[in-house]
């Protein structure tokens, strides 16, 4: 045995070209820190199993990761619910809205078509009120001329008359309107 322990260090002492070699160095190779996880391991580890531990810390993670896709799933059902409340109510806004639309028009065309009512009615009593302001004043016009022509005639007639007149044939007019009266008296 001698042999072979002093046939390790005369190779590990012996330069390689390439760098090649057996490291003896205990404290260099980790074979300590390797000897004492194994002996804690062993030590520790005595009642339970490497594969139990996995399997038990594999089945936590499974439940977790289950968990998690459950509350996932519990909250897309929640969010898929408040997403088709939310449809409702935009249709049900969106008919009331289109009802309003359609009731604002309507009531538009009818305040359109009373105030076209009011205004014709409105257009029709004024030109009924200016006809009839031009028949007074035409009226009234002809009522002026009527009376300068009147007034005219008589003091055209006073004048011709007076022209005419003397005083014979005027007394003489006289008589024959009093001789006329009285034979009219008469005959009553």
Known sequence: MKNVTHSFVFLA????AGSFGLNTDILATNLI????????LIFFGKGVCASCLLKDLLDNR??????TIRNSEELRRGTLEQLEKARIRLQKVELEADEYRMNGYSEIEREKANLINATSISLEQLEKSKNETLYFEKQRAMNQVR???FQQAVQGALGTLNSCLNTELHFRTIRAN???LGAIEWKR
């Open 62 to 67: 499974k439940q977790r990761i289950l968990s």
């Open 13 to 16: 002492h012996w330069p390689f």
């Open 178 to 180: 009093i001789g006329i």
């Open 33 to 40: 820190n390797l000897t004492v996880v194994v002996g804690v």
């Open 147 to 149: 009376q300068r022509v």
